[in-house]
């Protein structure tokens, strides 16, 4: 049986964003996974309640989505509201529908205060983004789900074509 993998709903063309567009993956292995049956696509943050589109969210003060689960930051919009509590359940309910669907893999997308896994925004809504994860990432990674980011594709065909070839 092939692994499954997780992918970020707006990477697979959806509209799912804070913007209300998707920011679809073109690459040849998103193409075969597709085909394969083993991508299975999610939106943590619709999952958690928020309506798309919504206005964007940082983690406050520069910090990431590890400080937002230990309780020591918050995910704020834009427009000074907290959704650190629709954050939190977004990214539960996505371990529960990876777990559930066998995914050992996360693709997921960069930048986001829910799926970004190498970088985040910094919190100040000025474009500066930092090393860091989101929400949802940090809690796959948590969980044991090996996460990627949507530049780290190549990396990620590389480890399913191991896991495959065992």
């Known amino acids: 049986m092939f692994p499954k993998i997780f992918i970020s709903a707006c990477l697979l063309g959806r509209p799912v964003r804070y913007d209300g567009k998707g920011k679809r993956l073109d690459h040849p292995a998103i193409a075969r ?3 394969e049956g083993r991508l299975v696509g999610f939106c943590p ?3 958690g309640g928020m309506p798309t589109p ?3 969210a940082e983690i406050e003060n520069g910090l990431a989505g590890a400080d937002v689960i230990a309780g020591r930051a918050r995910v704020i919009e834009i427009t000074g509201g907290d959704v650190t509590s ?3 359940e977004g990214g539960r ?3 529960e529908f990876a777990r559930a669907q066998g995914c050992a893999y996360a693709l997921l997308i960069d930048g986001s205060p829910s799926c970004g896994s190498g970088f985040i925004y910094d919190g100040s809504f000025a474009g500066r ?3 860091g994860n989101g929400v949802t990432a940090a809690l796959m990674r948590e969980a044991g ?3 990627y980011s949507d530049r780290e594709i190549e990396a990620l065909a590389a480890c399913v074509d191991m896991h495959t070839a065992t």
């Open 33 to 35: 996974w597709q085909a």
């Open 45 to 47: 943050e619709q999952a």
């Open 54 to 56: 919504r206005p964007s």
């Open 86 to 88: 629709q954050f939190l």
């Open 93 to 95: 309910k996505a371990i």
């Open 129 to 131: 983004r930092h090393v």
């Open 145 to 147: 789900i090996a996460v």
